[in-house]
């Protein structure tokens, strides 16, 4: 099976660690169900009410832009470097095909996971 994850925003920045396709990853997510049955799962490293372990194989990343476009990224930066603050990562987003960077002002991402149910 295969679900999506919400990972970003100040949640992200705070303390969220890179994620890279084909990364074995756990979250723990906030389950939110939405009118007309849709589920969202949102990534939380905080006590923000019940929550909802996913563990699987990272398939596919992409960040979300202004008016909830997508489009495909090969990683998602810590949040330390999406913040400028990791000396070591320069917290550029990546196309997936090229490698190339990929300019975003977005800290918002949709990972796709394959939980093996």
């Known amino acids: 099976m295969t679900v999506i994850v919400e990972v970003g925003g100040w949640e992200h920045e705070c303390c969220g660690p890179a994620i890279e396709r084909g990364d074995f990853v756990t979250f723990t ?3 939110y169900l939405q009118p007309g049955g849709r589920v969202r799962l949102i990534e939380s490293h905080h006590d ?3 929550s909802e372990r996913i563990r ?3 398939l596919d990343i992409h960040v ?4 909830g476009a997508t ?3 090969l990683r998602v930066p810590s949040g330390a470097a999406l913040c ?3 000396p070591e990562d320069a917290g550029h987003l990546q196309d997936p095909g ?3 960077v990929a300019p975003s002002d977005s ?3 949709l990972i796709t996971v394959s939980t093996g149910r």
């Open 29 to 31: 997510c906030i389950r």
């Open 48 to 50: 923000l009410g019940p």
């Open 56 to 58: 699987g194989r990272v």
């Open 64 to 67: 979300v832009e202004q008016a």
């Open 71 to 73: 489009r495909p990224v």
């Open 84 to 86: 400028g603050d990791d």
């Open 98 to 100: 090229t490698g190339e």
């Open 107 to 109: 800290t918002d991402f």
